[in-house]
């Protein structure tokens, strides 16, 4: 497969860590460098994509801050470091992107948010606000509560479980090195770049490194094991260095880096999981009007539902079945089970009276349906 070029992507996720926005002497941000990305960013959000940020730094500002000695951290000195770390990270990104007019969010996730369904959903819905709302939204491990037993890590992957939550197409992990090396290109002076990965095989993971930075907690492997979530996904992944000025113009303009390639896209990688990976929790039939509209390609909206089957959460897979009890299609549903019975039928406007929330309008939303016969 040839090589991508970044503005071909709508929506994209970039990683950046610890080691490229902390100077560690000193103990503070790299401004200029980080400027320089700021303009990337709002170049590309200028051009009408999606950005999002994935940023490690808070503990590495809150020891700083703090004033603590170099050295290994125990857990709860991290968590402090990250709580006062948190509030200075959060208050750069939002002036570096506010200098181009750019609003930021932070979001704070754990483990558990990317892995348990309702806790997925609200940030994945928190997300999609933001982006609606044209803000860049910055995203870090919440290292204040996470604990060694729940938490990634590492931000590579953390980046790779965010890129694939928000739908993105494309992931770009901003590194030390410019690339994935057929070996260590410190141990190895005849190390070769690799270009283009086209699928991430035992041969490719067997070329990951180890992690060179005090403030890294990354390396090559978890880079890699970033990749296969990503690209299992549907989201391609770029490996390119940080180490210069203006990096994303640099990988628009062909500059050196590893592009790890998938053949699928966000879209129908995650239908494809609904289809076919989720047990089903419950059955909604709907009339013969809503079956047109979701065959048109809308969403399912609790007016054109006549029927509520099944113990079902919110974010749960169920089936959808037309008057005639044929199936139409699988989803995820936007309401419990209970819920769902209450405003089955009724429009949306009504749904707020009824539940006395401001709820979603749809009951399932075209981006988490699946037609059947278009599962791939």
């Not at 604990?147 to 931000?155: A, L, M, P, S, W």
């Not at 270009?195 to 070329?207: F, K, L």
């Not at 994303?248 to 590893?258: E, F, P, R, S």
């Amino acid at each position: 497969m040839s090589r991508p070029e970044l503005k071909n992507f709508r929506r994209i996720v970039v990683k950046v860590g610890s080691s490229l926005l902390i100077d560690s002497a000193a103990g503070e941000v790299r401004a200029k460098w980080l400027a320089a990305l700021a303009a990337d960013i709002a170049k590309l959000h200028g051009d009408g994509r999606d950005v999002l940020v994935v940023s490690s730094g808070s503990i590495a500002l809150g020891r700083s801050r703090l004033k603590l000695p170099r050295g290994p951290l125990k857990l709860e000195e991290s968590q402090a470091a990250a709580a006062v770390g948190q509030i200075a990270l959060a208050r750069i990104w939002s002036e570096v992107l506010g200098h181009h007019g750019i609003g930021a969010g932070q979001i704070l996730v754990t483990l558990q948010d990317t892995e348990e369904r309702r806790r997925y959903l609200n940030a994945r819905s928190t997300i999609g606000k933001l982006l609606e709302w044209r803000a860049v939204p910055v995203i870090n491990e919440n290292d204040t509560v996470a604990t060694n037993e729940i938490r990634y890590g590492d931000n590579d992957r953390l980046a790779a479980r965010v890129a694939t939550m928000a739908s993105a197409d494309l992931l770009v992990l901003l590194s030390d090195i410019d690339g994935l090396y057929t070996a260590p290109p410190g141990a190895n002076p005849d190390a070769k770049l690799i270009p283009i990965v086209d699928s991430v095989t035992a041969e490719i993971e067997g070329m990951a490194g180890a992690a060179e930075s005090e403030l890294s907690r990354g390396g090559m492997y978890t880079k890699i094991e970033a990749a296969k979530i990503a690209t299992t996904a549907g989201t391609h992944m770029i490996i390119a260095s940080g180490k210069v000025d203006h990096p994303l113009q640099k990988i628009a303009d062909g500059g050196l880096c590893t592009w790890f390639l998938t053949p699928a896209n966000p879209v129908t990688a995650r239908k494809r999981w609904i289809a076919g990976s989720l047990e089903p929790k419950g059955t909604l039939t709907i009339d013969a009007g809503a079956v047109a509209a979701l065959r048109a390609g809308k969403s399912l909206l609790p007016a054109g539902v006549i029927k509520v089957e099944g113990d079902f959460a919110r974010g749960d897979a169920v089936i959808v079945r037309g008057p005639d009890t044929h199936e139409i299609g699988r989803g995820l549903v936007a309401y419990d089970a209970d819920n769902a019975e209450k405003i089955k039928g009724r429009s949306s406007p009504d749904v707020m009276i009824i539940l006395g929330i401001s709820g979603r309008a749809e009951m399932i939303h075209r981006d988490d349906l699946v037609i059947s016969g278009s599962r791939s």
